[in-house]
């Protein structure tokens, strides 16, 4: 068994590394890191887990730092995990990141879109971005991967084969986003009489993960922008692209292209062209999973494309990617411990 | 037209009572009381009220106290209101209150139930409590009215018929919430990932409303119990009471006694035997409107009933019967600026 | 007062107007047609209206033709309301038909959208498009105005004064739409478990609304697409538009253009540039009332441009709207009866 | 590996044990039964499922036949799985039956709750009530096992404790139940805009499932009322009991009686007293799993008590119960298969 390290564990992509550590065959939690909850029973935060973790409480960084463990997760806020990264990473501990902190490799981009220096830049060189689907053999190898945006792994997976083959000319993403999305801090845009059931567009072209999905598709930025919409739904994220194609395509011919790249994909499932009312995904399908499902439908025009895809937030989004990429450091089944099948309907 | 202040605007029950006075026929706003958000656009909380309220700002307790009003409703946090309770009455400006400090007529009571002396125990034996259908002409007299508890009034309303015949011999009072009930500010309670479809049972027995329910049943406190819990919604209360009745009885007699105290009440609805589903009321019902729906169901013993009860927390259970009793407190029809009709579905 | 009839009056629309009459000061309900619910009480179906209209029963259609009436209201399936309108226009009874049947000037647009011809093409010609804010002076004189679809409505406000200036070169319109869309009769898309939290794409180009935009804001089809969400509320359609102008405008242009077209329309709001929370609606800031709110922002590059509107179907989306229509053609004040404001939160 | 075939495996409960057999190291679907949809892809009714089961069809109950099985599930609906059951005993083939076919022992019960005389009443005296909790030896060997009431379940759970130590003298369980249990059917009541947000009371003393309370507990049914709320939550059953003790009790003596009958089983949980607002079980926190929580509050008179208990109906209330038998039934180890943590916040 392998030790494993949680930090930010109070946070809600801490709480579902738990429960995915919890069901991991080979995984073992050594410590559950939470300076402002430490030394309460970790229930009493994730009152679901209470069966998995009767007696574990949370331990301050100061008692984390004195476990031995494997590999630490660190779900802490943007800009407070580098510090931790170089300290893990002097004692050879593997990292695997949450936080945005060494997801962009080019620290000029970080500046732009964090609007601060990086604190260690050359950690930025040193990481891989956490997605599996575009760098597994880069994560086998290495003692530093980050994880993702949740907006931006949704959007890199669905329209990643576009990108490749050079199709896209133009993309309005459109993020619906669930308010899990936000962590475990009530403000009062998360207030629930003000959430509930709103459809509150709240960036209209623009929003941080976009760094990374331009890093990762490898496409001019220009070409996008990225409208934010909270829903109110929990966990999930759906990104509806509206793409203009490069040149003039039929279906035949993407269908192949996103085969060809989905093929072999343990969690990438391309929806079918039938029927219709499952051929855009909805995120209620993947909840509780870590797989991703994209569908896309062609305009006759030949040229405008929708392309829907969805995911858990917190799982292929966060914690579900996170533990792929853990899997992946280990050499384990990449799948192990993710088999988990949605849960529908919830 | 009658010069309104409100007090606590930038709250939710503050809000809705801006709301009520947009579109009342005689009363009219002349400030909108908020000390933190003093200065700023009123729709800046309330979107909603835009186009009602376009160039309204809020205004600090210090310019609310130089405009000259009629009357001030005070949607200020419990032990707070006291203070400008005096300050007004002093001016002979009539003030209906709807924090929880002058709803309680004994000042052993206040200190029972809140835990504290209260700071101007006068003002409970001079406040009338704020529901016409029990105290209609003390209210035209007054010139200090409380307003009501949400739960109190969903539960009094519910069960005063009962009270007045002496019919209670136990009562198991459970009510059942919305979100808005806890007011603006946000916590981790309403934070929407864990508020959103909860059904968090969160007191066992008793509840604060509990003193104004016995007052003005003028029962002995022994005979209840009042479970609460959270449920998902944003408005509504629903009362269910779980009553065992002094004497065994016929659903006739049962009818007879509600029709007598309901009739001629303009917001009190007795829900029909027929058809079943529509004879214990969902809260839905009435949501945005003054209306109480109270249905209930004599089990075959003839002792065993259900009494349920629903309003909206921010219509009748806060601001539409504050601005019922100001309508008596000025001599207008009862029912002025409260006629609107439920929205349903919605 | 005028005597009002209302077709299909067991529906969501029917029951809305219902809700509208009962506190409209000159119109009076003269009878609330239901084939299949004739002979039942009103508040079966509308249990929210049951003090309103305690004794009123669904009457047949032969017995509403038995009845004399200044208006009726058809809010009846697509393709049945014409032989209605037919009978009625030669009683000289003016018309409001909520249904698709005489919403289109042409014909040939008729057999496009709806796929079969119409059985009286002569009504197209003679009936008005019911949108005050497009055909006022048309509506006023008119005997036969159609209602609005919801989704056409919400579009078509959101847009007219980009496409009166020839401002459109494309514009991907994607729609978020309630249940309540949906109308009364439960199908597997409408089941609580499965519509709950969805967010399902139901249509990725084209809905046949479409046909309404395109024919009111006089733009060429190709220009279009429409895709539809439907998400897990009740109420609301808010249409996101991703649009690009014709010409590189600047802010300031636009925001004289939107005021413009809007300027003393009494249901028209356009939303502030800040805060910037408040700049693109949300549904939730309408709810209840017949009031439309659209925002926009424009891209740095001049040219892209993203426009939301928001509207309550069931009120500016279907039942306000034609309630408007009918007080303009009785030459009553246009918002009579209409001035509620949004319930908000709810 | 073990064959099982699923009968009703188009159903809500029949979906279920999809999910629960795709994540199984022991049991393999050998065929899915469905009428109405043989041969269409599992996946089109289930598509959450599709990845588990990509091209499995429905097939016929006469193609069922046909297939060689250990065991069959059957989630029937009520009335007509005891031929199917009467076919496979012959066949000696190993039946968990989740209608309520074989739910009670006592020919005169069924009658009583079920309006008609049973069709193979031998089949009631060989058949155990599915709750290894209660049943867990008998369940082992037999062939013939129920399935049980969700909210039979969830309130038996709760209770037996009491009951087994003769405590009850009075208990009114109230339930409140999410949108899934009514299953796959839609109809006016699980119709989105009806069913959202609603807390309908439908039953106000009496649910069939008592017939179920009774006979597990053991109690007469005068000490019972049961009163059904309809919740707008999806998934979950919540029992809020307000009992009356038979004799006045510590809190130390009912803690020390939980945990004596909840020791050792793997799915119980006994909810702590401290922190106070998870001392009450919500359903959020079992979703998605097998287990049971229950927790209670006991008034200062030492009488009146209240015990809260939550399930997931589709699981522990349906197909996780049935799973777990059938583990028992092959001498496998009890949770196989059944492990999976709740998932939450979702």
């Not at 050879?92 to 997801?103: G, P, Q, T």
């Not at 669930?178 to 998360?190: D, V």
């Not at 006759?300 to 990429?325: E, F, H």
């Amino acid at each position: 068994m392998f030790r494993i390290i949680v930090w930010g564990a109070n946070g809600m992509a801490g709480g579902e590394l738990l429960r995915l550590l919890a069901g991991h065959p080979e995984l073992k939690l050594e410590g559950a890191v939470s300076r402002s909850k430490a030394g309460q029973p970790v229930w009493h935060v994730h009152p679901h887990l209470r069966q998995d973790f009767p007696s574990e409480t949370f331990i301050s960084p100061e008692e984390a730092f004195g476990r031995d463990s494997h590999l630490v997760f660190l779900a802490l806020p943007h800009g407070s995990s580098w510090p931790v990264i170089e300290q893990y990473l002097q004692q050879k501990v593997k990292v695997v990141d949450l936080s945005a902190d060494v997801r962009l490799s080019n620290p000029e981009d970080y500046v732009k879109w964090y609007g601060s220096i990086h604190g260690a830049p050359h950690l930025l060189e040193r990481s891989v971005y956490g997605l599996p689907e575009v760098h597994r053999e880069e994560i086998r190898g290495a003692d530093l991967v980050s994880g993702v945006g949740c907006n931006a792994s949704c959007s890199i997976l669905g329209l990643f084969p576009l990108a490749r083959e050079g199709l896209l000319e133009d993309a309005r993403l459109e993020l619906r986003v669930g308010s899990s999305e936000g962590g475990s801090n009530p403000n009062t845009g998360s207030h629930h009489p003000y959430r509930s059931r709103t459809l509150r567009v709240y960036e209209p072209f623009r929003h941080r993960h976009l760094a990374e999905i331009v890093q990762e598709l490898k496409t001019p930025e220009e070409l996008f922008t990225m409208t934010m919409t909270a829903a109110g739904i929990v966990r999930g994220v759906q990104m509806l692209a509206q793409v203009r194609l490069a040149r003039k395509m039929k279906e035949s011919e993407l269908w192949k292209i996103y085969r060809k790249y989905y093929q072999g994909e343990p969690f990438m499932n391309l929806c079918p062209a039938r029927p219709s009312h499952l051929r855009l995904p909805d995120p209620r399908f993947v909840m509780g999973s870590n797989r991703v499902l994209t569908g896309f439908s062609l305009h006759d025009d030949g040229y405008r494309l929708i392309v829907v895809s969805a995911i858990d937030n917190l799982m292929k989004g966060a914690s579900g990617s996170a533990l792929q990429c853990a899997n992946l450091m280990f050499g384990l089944e990449e799948t192990s411990g993710l088999e988990m099948r949605p849960l529908y309907p919830a």
